[in-house]
């Protein structure tokens, strides 16, 4: 696995470590990362870290592709930080985005989410 501080400038042409994104809006807002779609490339990572500053109502994160295809999605019910990794990383279709959303906490509640090593592979 490619930790994404590892310089890239010998690394192939398929494989194009862009590193760990965050995002930490306002209260009760969705916290995302988008990641754009590339020609015949698809977007991979091996996971995501995430906190609410209180508990959640409704709280939950969610991977989908740009065509609204959900490709991993799990409920939070608790305040704090937490971490889901994939040993068999999430990767989305060739073409399109890739989209990763912690949900919003509610009233109150600020989440933050870091997406951990992003990558893109050829089709």
Known sequence: ?????????N???????????????AANTPASVAYSGFVEACHVISGVAWSYSATPTNGGLKIEDGFGRT????????????QVSFPLPKKGRANTSLIVTLLAGGNSVSGTLSVLNHWTEEE
């Open 11 to 25: 690394l192939p042409a398929a494989v194009r470590v862009t590193g760990g994104d965050v995002d930490q809006p």
């Open 1 to 9: 696995m490619l930790n994404p501080t590892e310089s890239t400038r």
């Open 71 to 82: 490709i991993f999605y799990i409920d939070i019910a608790a305040a704090g930080p937490g």
